[in-house]
């Protein structure tokens, strides 16, 4: 069996994968509003841990899990920049230098806030990833449908959801590929990798213009945009489900809010 790489629909029967992608949709969406709506590390954490319980409870953590290792580059970068160039430097002050027009200071203030934008990353990335792992590409063309979407946009929005886990796959067969050629990524840095890099970027863009390219070919074969309201052959709806959910992300913001 052919083993996935990255963030790719993961095919289950739990609770999650059952609920309308709409559903998913909006409690992403307000999930992250109340992710940005503050800079504490206390509700942020609270929010992280909603985002850890869904997996848990959705049978997903391993794989969960698993993708978040692709946010570790961002995070380690929020947490170097954060950390030494906060908005306000409080609390007990462990480093302080000056180099030019920078000014880094290390301080109690500033470790929290970083670790405050690390949890925001981590709850809307990790919700994110369960969206795209527990929602099919025509489940969620057909919700998008359903809502009253053009056929166009509708499309355009799956079809970029399915882009993401196909993009991943992709270049992870690329780098295997450069592996077996003796062609080491783990070693040197950005500057001396950076024919590296472009060993990888250009069969990558190669990739993505075949794909597209097959994509445009079975459009044209399947006649779309032919008729002005196709049908479908199954009709999405909701349930009890979809309304805890949503029921459960708007109290969770609730309580962030008052801490």
């Known amino acids: 069996m052919k083993r996935q790489r990255g963030v790719h629909y993961i095919k289950e029967s739990t609770w999650l994968h059952r609920l309308d992608p709409r559903t998913k949709l909006v409690a992403l969406v307000l999930l992250s509003m109340a992710a940005m709506a503050t800079e504490e ?11 850890l319980i869904t997996a848990a409870l959705s049978h997903m953590t391993r794989p969960f899990l698993g993708s978040l290792r692709l946010l570790m580059p961002v995070l380690l970068c929020i947490l170097i920049i954060d950390a030494f160039f906060p908005r306000a430097a409080w609390g007990t002050v462990y480093y302080s ?17 970083s670790a405050a934008m690390c949890l925001r990353l981590l709850a809307v990335g990790g919700f ?6 527990t929602t099919a590409f025509s489940d969620f063309v057909r919700s998008l449908r359903a809502s009253g979407l053009p056929n166009t946009l509708a499309f355009s929005l799956g079809y970029a959801l399915r882009s993401v886990s196909a993009l991943t796959e992709d270049i992870g067969n690329i ?13 040197g840095n950005l500057v001396k990798n950076r ?3 472009l060993a990888l ?15 445009s070919e079975a459009m044209q074969c399947r006649g779309f945009g032919a008729a002005a309201h196709p049908t479908c052959y199954q009709v999405q709806g909701g ?15 609730a309580v962030s809010f008052l801490l």
Request: hydrophobic share 55%; net charge neutral; aromatic share 12%.
């Open 201 to 215: 970027a250009v069969p990558a863009t190669v990739s993505v213009l075949s794909r597209a390219r097959q994509v």
């Open 41 to 51: 590390p206390l509700p942020l954490l609270l929010i992280f841990g909603t985002v």
């Open 128 to 133: 994110s990833f369960l969206f795209i792992m």
């Open 239 to 253: 349930g009890w489900e979809d309304v805890a959910l949503v029921g459960c992300v708007l109290l969770g913001a």
């Open 195 to 197: 024919h590296k890099i």
């Open 175 to 187: 780098m295997d590929a450069q592996r077996s050629r003796a062609l080491e990524f783990d070693r």
């Open 97 to 113: 230098a000056e180099f030019w027009i920078f000014h880094p200071v290390l301080s109690t203030g500033g470790l929290l806030f």
